[in-house]
């Protein structure tokens, strides 16, 4: 049996991973704030606490808190690059430590109208809304193959979205980059060459 090459656009699925994967890679900015931010500063003594720490614990404490209006400290309200907006319930503790660019992203209101409203984090011009729900539920339990499923089930657009809102919110994993590459091989290199008869 000869070997035949896949046809150019399995290159292009290769091109794809590439671009999704150089996407994920932190920027230099948010690797100057990771080496700068190791600690978050606790309340009620202002203790120190390793960031790498809080981030095990994070899954552990506050999985079943996800969307869960009662228990959250903000409101997060998004608009998207294509206006499209969405807002929800979250806990401020598990976007400070995952999210390094949030200071510069959002944009804090209090209603004094509304007694006993949660303040609201406004963040404008989202990449992609829909993958950032996804983004925010595994920021929440970590769950990594809740996020291979939601991932394939999304198909390109979500992958490529996760990507942009990754890089966007300033969150840095190793590990999920090589779960997303396993993901994306799997799908796109099953068989990196085709076997043909003579």
Request: hydrophobic content about 45%; proline content about 7%.
């Amino acid at each position: 049996m000869a070997v035949q090459k896949l046809p150019p656009e399995e290159s292009d699925h290769i091109g794809f991973i590439k671009i999704v994967v150089s996407i994920m890679n932190p920027s230099p900015d948010v690797l100057e704030l990771a080496r700068n931010y190791t600690h978050l500063v606790l309340p009620p003594q202002d203790t120190p606490v390793p960031l790498t720490y809080v981030r095990r614990k994070i899954p552990m404490v506050y999985w079943k808190y996800f969307l869960h209006e009662e228990s959250a400290t903000h409101i997060l309200h998004l608009t998207g690059v294509n206006y499209d907006f969405v807002s929800v319930p979250v806990h401020d503790i598990v976007l400070a430590v995952h999210c390094l660019n949030i200071r510069k992203l959002v944009t804090i209101r209090v209603s004094r109208k509304v007694v006993n409203a949660k303040p609201m984090l406004l963040v404008e011009n989202v990449p992609h809304i829909a993958s950032f729900l996804v983004l925010l539920r595994w920021l929440y339990t970590n769950d990594e193959n809740e996020l291979v499923a939601a991932l394939r089930i999304g198909g390109d657009e979500m992958l490529l979205g996760f990507a942009q809102n990754w890089r966007f919110w300033g969150v840095i994993s190793s590990e999920v980059i090589e779960v997303l590459k396993k993901l994306m091989e799997s799908k796109y290199i099953t068989i990196s060459y085709r076997e043909v008869p003579d």
